[in-house]
């Protein structure tokens, strides 16, 4: 059943307009399009989706502000990557993904009723990971290059907009009219199709239907506790064979592979863990758990120390005498319990035929 009073047409259209008035001065008539073409047609997508959706049953509030929080951030990051210098033929997949990540976690938190604020955090954190692993991945297929990417990355139109308000003294006036708003509140719901205006701001549906302060705010980050991230971790290895959970906790202290297997064996631990929260978490872990390699290495260098340990140094250097440099830099390397940086699979090579040869 469509969504009684959202005309989610003309309430893209109305943002639409907006933004061309906020548009950078410096872009030229290309750059101007894409941003309010690409603010556009996100907008009416993700207006058109939810207008339509049987199973969601969203009310028209509801679907303002998921629509509202797309056009924001599609003038957002359509603006830093125009600034980025990457290319234009990349810039559409990014804007893309971008979009979708905002509505699949606006569906998910709406559907779980979580606090405005959360959500917006949440949105957030997942569009700044998907901006950041769009640029991450042109620069693994080599389409651009490393100077570029951390160029790039630094950008952020929101930041650059919230500084420009506080120079100003914007951000004390929104806040004063927001306290006022408070003390005299008037109970009227958005006109869908309406534009949806706030004088104090320069960013375009800068605060939702329910008064909310838009993402990029001054209110802190969401920063997960390290337990819940623990917690996070436990959830998903109860889905992983044995084999896999044992060399991914060996890559924990002890003490947190211990909390980790505590938490695995909790009954009904999903039911207890906000699976939106989850997903940050993971997020997280991955970010910050060595990597494989990292791990191989460290294995490899105290094994190759161990193996050497009742080898003189004179014996040492005459045994090394005929070998490549790299090969005496990884084995002396090894002693001082540094790894000598070459392909892990060759440095294995290297290692086992020192090893045998003791």
Known sequence: MAIQGFDYKGFAQNLASQATELVPKDFDANQRAYVTNTLLNFSMLAGEALYNDTELNFNADQAVMITQIIAEWSYHKSVDLIRSGIPQQYWDPIMQKIAFTIFEIAKQTFKQELPQEQILQLIEHHVKKAYLDSIAELKDKGLIDEGLMEFASKQSNIDTMMQEMQQNGEVEQAQQAQQAAAQNPVQQAPQAGGAVQNAQSNLPAAQNAGGVPAAGSEKDKYAPPKLLKLVSLALL???????????????????????????????????????????????????????????????????????????????????????????????????????????????????SYIQNSV
């Open 237 to 351: 290895l109860k889905r992983v064979d044995e084999e896999k959970v044992q060399s991914i906790l060996e890559r924990f202290d002890q003490d947190v592979a211990g909390t980790v297997i505590k938490y695995m064996y909790v009954d009904n631990l999903e039911e207890q863990v906000d699976p939106t929260l989850t997903m940050i978490c993971l997020d997280e872990v991955a970010d910050k758990i060595p990597g494989a390699t990292e791990i191989n290495k460290k294995r490899l260098v105290a094994g190759l120390k161990a193996s050497l340990e009742g080898v003189s140094k004179p014996k040492l250097e005459q045994m090394l005498q005929m070998e490549r440099q790299y090969v005496r830099r990884l084995v002396f390397n090894a002693l001082e319990d540094e790894y000598y940086e070459m392909s892990p699979r060759i440095a294995k090579i290297v290692a």
